[in-house]
Each structure stands twice: as C-alpha cells, then as structure tokens.
C-alpha cells in the first residue's frame, strides 16, 4: 500500500522491494519509449534495456563499461501524464492476491507518477464515481504530485459509497482538453457503455492510452473468507459458493465481461494489463507499456 506521508517514497519502496534493478530499468525505458522524439541536451548514461533505440548506445562508454549504455537527453519540453481513475463502491472488492483494489490502483498510480517525476513531467488526474468525478489540472511538482496521490487515496470509497462510473470519468476527461500526452486509464472491468466508448476512442484520437485493469478475486477462490456482493451488500451463501454448477456459471459470467472489455480495447488498439496482485504488479506494468510500444503509437 502506497503509505500516508511520502507517497513517492512509498513508490520507490514498493519498486525495490517487489523488483530487482534489471525489471525497474525495463519499467523506465519503457515509460520513456511511449513518447516520441527527444531532446538534444545530454543528461546522463544509464544501462541499455529492450526497447531502447540502438542510435542512443554510447559505445565508448560502453567499451569501458563492458555492458551497453545508452545516452539520456533532457527533454525539450515536458510531457503530460493524466491518469483516470475509476472509483466507487466495486473498488472496495479485493484482487486474486487478497490485495485491496483499490491500494493497488493506487500503486499503479504512483508508480506512473513516480517515472513521470523522474523525466520532469507533469501530471493530473481525473477520478471519481456516479457521485461525480472530479478534476486536477497537469502541474510537475513533486509537492502536486504528492497532493494528486493523497487526494486519490481519501477518495470516499466504502461499499455504502456511490457505483463505480466509469464513463463519467472518461467523458470528463475529453472537456478537460488536455495537451497530448499518456493517459493512463485504471479501472477494473467496470462496463463501458455507449458513452464511454465514444468518449475513450475520442481520448485514443488525442493522446497515447493504456489501461491497467484491476481483477477481482472470485467469492469461490480458497482465500475468499465471508464473500459478499459490494455491489449489494448481499453475503454470498456458502451452498451457492461451494455449488459446482453455480460456480461454473459465474466464472463463465465475468470471464464473458472481462472478454468483452478486451475486444472494445483491442478493437481501437488500446494496449491493456491485468493486474491480479502486488507481486505480479511491475512485471503487469513493463507488459502493458511492451504492448503499447508494439501496438505503434
């Protein structure tokens, strides 16, 4: 969980302890492979990582080295990171691992923020539920971003809370008009509706998108203890979860969700990761940003 004081700290702490350096390399040439182009200032050497372009190896340095090392360039600008955040009640569930959702979707957001710090960019960030989302304009500070992260955790989330509304958030998204920069939309397999659709293929046109989607643990798994619907606030009866037949339907029923969800990502192009726990969340989100580059945008 991303603590209370020094959420960046925090960050950094939850990299090396869930990473070793070759995985936290690969995490930052990844973040700094989505935007194109770069500056002419040089900055620093740094070890070579997939991804990288061959043009930027330094090979004297390499030569002394004995390991490739690749030229870093300051930019000639700062680049914009917004991330949208799906809150409300369905955040309140836990993934597969027993994490809470919402501490990793909070992970997920200070470790974009953190590389975002890193390269001197800006960051905002659009979040909120079916009681309203709400807005905070791109600034680059490491006090802003503190501010951003804190504000995302004391969202009043609880399972009396509002629903999730995923579509309120991306369509307050695209009336921000921001810069074109990275969106980083964190969700879980929230439905996107009509509106939402339109509103994230709008996004897609204006700015380099991927999703990082938070899995649920299912109410039949063995850690699930006292299962109940947040969604409801129905406890699921122990002859429903342990029916072999009932418990078939219902994986059928959110692997079809989960499914769908996929196919409107894949069907624009949107790269996507599945996060199912902390242990498994730097090596989800090197894969996503691998996808992204792949993906050609």
């Known amino acids: ?26 995490l930052d040439g990844g973040y700094t492979s989505v935007f194109r182009g770069r500056g002419t200032d040089f900055e620093d050497l740094r070890e070579y990582v997939p991804g990288d372009s061959v043009s930027d190896i330094d090979w004297k340095a390499t030569a002394r080295a004995g390991k490739p090392l690749v030229r870093r360039y300051l930019p000639e600008h700062k680049n914009h990171l917004l991330l949208l955040v799906s809150t ?41 539920d079916a009681g309203g989302p709400e807005a905070l304009a791109p600034r680059g500070s490491r006090g802003h971003v ?37 969106v980083v939309l964190i969700t879980d ?13 709008i996004l897609h046109a204006r700015h380099q998108i991927m999703v990082a989607r938070i899995a649920d643990m299912s109410p039949a798994a063995a850690a699930a203890r006292d299962p109940f619907d947040v969604e409801t606030g129905l406890r699921v009866p122990d002859e429903v979860r342990w029916h072999p037949k009932l418990v078939a339907e219902a994986a059928t029923v959110a692997t079809a969700r989960a499914q769908a969800i996929e196919r409107a990502l894949a069907a624009r192009g949107i790269a996507h990761g599945r996060v199912t726990g902390r242990d498994q969340l730097v090596e989800t989100l090197i894969g996503l940003l691998e996808r992204h580059r792949h993906a050609g945008r």
Do not use: C, N
Request: proline share 5%; aromatic share 2%; net charge neutral.
């Open 189 to 201: 397999d929230a439905e996107l509706g009509a509106g939402g659709g339109r509103s994230l293929t």
């Open 1 to 26: 969980m991303i603590g209370r004081p020094g959420r960046l700290a925090a960050v950094q702490a939850l990299l090396q302890l869930h990473s070793h350096r070759r995985a936290r390399l690969v």
């Open 146 to 182: 503190e501010h951003l992260l804190r504000r995302l955790s004391d969202s009043t989330i609880d399972p009396d809370g509002p629903e999730s509304d995923l579509p309120a958030v991306l369509d307050l998204a695209v009336r921000a008009r921001l810069p074109h920069g990275i």
């Open 88 to 128: 409300g009640r369905s955040m309140t569930a836990v993934a597969p691992d027993g994490s809470s959702k919402l501490e990793l979707a909070l992970d997920v957001a200070g470790i974009f923020a953190h590389l975002a710090v890193r390269h001197r960019d800006v960051v905002g960030a659009v979040f909120g």
